[in-house]
């Protein structure tokens, strides 16, 4: 903390733990995509259900096929403890450290003036433009399923380029993505 503030804690039943709570999960759904799949990451949010990742994958298409790869890779990154440390950039700085990824380039340029900051979160290899909050580590998701995958645009423009969107929800124990899967069966 710098200097005073209000600090005010929160769990995942509170509307704002849980929105921190999936929004991190989403952070490790973006990791999982870029080890396993080399994808460019683009825009990954919390929803009111989960959330999800949009990616540009080239010409492959993510399928039910991948699904399991995608969640084992999130099982051990939860495993491992991960740290979510927050950097603050320049605008040259976040240029460089994201000109690897035109989706990015293209928010970076755009949205950040030439004088301005940008936020990113580093969480193991990932690291991505963000504004938090998150949780402290990974190990706080103990269940991770991926729900769901369809195509999206860049920008919700059909003339932008194709991406693959995947959809996910997460859970601080077992048991409660057990429910969740029962109740949205019946």
């Not at 990451?41 to 399928?63: M, R």
């Amino acid at each position: 903390l710098e200097g005073n503030c209000e600090l005010k804690l929160h769990t995942y039943d509170d509307k704002e733990g849980k929105m921190a709570f999936w929004h991190s999960s989403a952070h490790i759904l973006g990791q999982s995509m870029e080890v396993e799949f080399g994808v460019h990451l683009c825009y990954g949010p919390a929803t009111q259900e989960g959330f999800y990742y949009d990616a540009h994958c080239g010409s492959d298409n993510f399928s039910q096929d991948n699904y399991k790869k995608l969640e084992d890779r999130a099982k051990k990154i939860a495993d491992d403890k991960q740290p979510f440390e927050r950097l603050d950039l320049s605008k040259d700085e976040a240029l460089s450290l994201f000109g690897y990824n035109p989706f990015k380039v293209q928010l970076i340029s755009n949205k950040i003036a030439e004088d301005g900051h940008a936020t990113a979160y580093k969480c193991g290899p990932l690291i991505d433009l963000c504004m938090g909050p998150h949780l402290p580590n990974t190990s706080k998701v103990k269940a991770f399923k991926i729900m769901k995958n369809s195509s999206a645009y860049w920008l919700g423009d059909n003339e932008n380029d194709s991406l693959q969107r995947i959809y996910g929800v997460s859970f601080p124990n077992k048991k409660e993505l057990t429910e969740y899967i029962h109740y949205r069966e019946e």
